[in-house]
């Protein structure tokens, strides 16, 4: 018996996705991945009134997520340029679906604790490879891809939980079910998808923890490092107190205030990452910096006025310039990396992100316990101003000095 071998490969081709509909399935993984990472924001507050813990174990509970998801970028960040993206991805997606496990079995906050680090380590190993998949199949599109797709993913995570808390019986396991499925699909789905990146020996040692910048990119990193530090601080704050401030200020204990409100900064950020594809890295990093200011003056008014309007559209307008301020920071820094370099900027840049986005929270929360949340807001707030200012500045001296440069020439 005789096997024509064109046909085989060309029936197992036919298996395959194309490339767009692949670029569609990582997309849907990174919308999965973080939807998941904003699900519990809503639901913190029915883990409080459950288990009776205080805000600053909350922000310590937000904290191993953002902590173990650094874990995994120091670790396997660079991991999938060795041994392809599929193998991460899917690594990343069957701990996915055990920390999903994990929450519908807990039964105290040591629980919601455990899953949530093994969720975080999941979705750091996800983010680079999934981000560098995307760029793989796509560079001209990849930095709107990737800037976009967490955004709306948090978004979705925010909107849906609060929906089911709202309207479904069980939310704190029924939204838990749903992902699970989802994962389980999404992980069938990926043997179908091409391999993007090509076996490169070294695939243990790129497991010990090092932060590898490639000299062309390692400027425009730290030029772009106090816009994405501020956008990320906001972020944190939103996905873990955010929902405790409005019940503290506006004496309005629904969710559906909350989850809007914490939406409110991933969507409109999305909205701002399709605005400005057209506009420069320059112009979105200095537009993404003044929203965020006049965005944290609204949003701290609100706050000090118990005005939850104010909070609302405060939100809308943080949202812009979290969106801006990512977006081109990404936009500046993940095209200068090579293709065998894209994962671990990947992981180095998102290190930044999360470092940003748990270690500040974490001390807010700590801080909120001394001295009441309101007070502990305003600092905080404060602070996240001064470092898009400092974008602000930076970014019109870096102008100026193109110019000179160029009036020299």
Same mark, same amino acid.
Request: hydrophobic share 55%; proline share 8%; aromatic share 10%.
């Given at each position: 018996m005789s096997i024509n071998v064109s046909d085989t490969a060309r029936h197992s081709s036919s298996w395959r996705l194309s490339s767009s509909s692949a670029i569609c399935l990582h997309i849907a993984t990174m919308i999965a991945f973080l939807a998941a990472s904003s699900t519990p924001t809503p639901l913190y507050q029915l883990y409080q009134q459950q288990w009776s813990f205080s805000p600053t174990l909350l922000t310590v509970v937000f904290a191993a997520y953002a902590l173990a998801l650094l874990l995994a970028l120091l670790v396997t960040g660079r991991l999938s340029d060795h041994i392809g993206r599929r193998p991460v991805i899917a690594l990343a997606l069957s701990l996915q679906i055990i920390a999903m496990v994990g929450f519908l079995c807990a039964t105290g906050p040591g629980w919601l604790m455990g899953a949530r680090a093994l969720q975080g380590f999941a979705t750091g190993m996800a983010t680079a490879a999934v981000g560098a998949a995307i760029l793989d199949l796509s560079r001209e599109r990849g930095a709107v891809i990737n800037s976009i797709s967490p955004l709306l993913g948090m978004a979705a995570g925010a909107l849906g939980s609060t929906s089911l808390v709202v309207l479904a019986p069980d939310p704190l396991h029924m939204v838990y079910v749903l992902l699970l499925a989802i994962f389980l699909v999404v992980l069938a789905l990926l043997w179908l998808a091409p391999e993007t990146a090509t076996y490169?020996?070294?695939?243990?040692?790129?497991?010990?923890?090092?932060?590898?910048?490639?000299?062309?990119?390692?400027?425009?990193?730290?030029?772009?490092? $106090?816009?994405?530090?501020?956008?990320?601080?906001?972020?944190? *704050?939103?996905?873990?107190?955010? $929902?405790?401030?409005?019940?503290?200020?506006?004496?309005?204990?629904?969710?559906?205030?909350? =989850?809007?409100?914490?939406?409110?900064?991933?969507?409109?950020?999305?909205?701002?990452?399709?605005? !400005?594809?057209?506009?420069? !890295?320059f112009k979105t990093l200095l537009s993404g910096a003044f929203a965020l200011v006049v965005g944290l003056v609204v949003i701290l008014t609100g706050a000090n006025q118990e005005g939850a309007a104010l909070l609302l559209v405060g939100s809308v307008i943080a949202g812009f310039?979290?969106?801006?301020? *990512?977006?081109?920071?990404?936009?500046?820094?993940? $095209?200068?990396?090579? $293709?065998?370099?894209?994962?671990?900027?990947?992981?180095?840049?998102?290190?930044?992100?999360?470092?940003?986005?748990?270690?500040?929270?974490?001390?807010? =929360?700590?801080?909120a316990h001394r001295v009441g949340l309101l007070a502990a807001v305003n600092v905080y707030g404060a602070v996240i101003t001064a470092l898009a200012l400092l974008a602000i500045t930076l970014l019109l001296m870096q102008a100026r000095t193109s110019m000179k440069k160029g009036n020299q020439a």
């Open positions: 490169r020996p070294g695939a243990w040692a790129s497991l010990k923890p090092r932060i590898t910048v490639p000299l062309q990119a390692r400027k425009t990193l730290l030029s772009v490092t $106090p816009a994405n530090v501020a956008a990320w601080m906001l972020g944190g *704050f939103y996905l873990s107190l955010m $929902p405790s401030l409005i019940v503290d200020v506006t004496h309005v204990n629904t969710p559906w205030l909350g =989850g809007l409100v914490v939406a409110a900064l991933p969507l409109t950020g999305a909205t701002a990452v399709l605005a !400005a594809r057209k506009l420069s !890295a310039g979290f969106g801006a301020s *990512f977006f081109g920071a990404v936009r500046s820094v993940l $095209p200068l990396a090579e $293709p065998h370099e894209r994962a671990a900027l990947m992981g180095v840049f998102y290190i930044e992100s999360y470092l940003a986005h748990s270690v500040p929270t974490m001390v807010v =929360g700590y801080l």
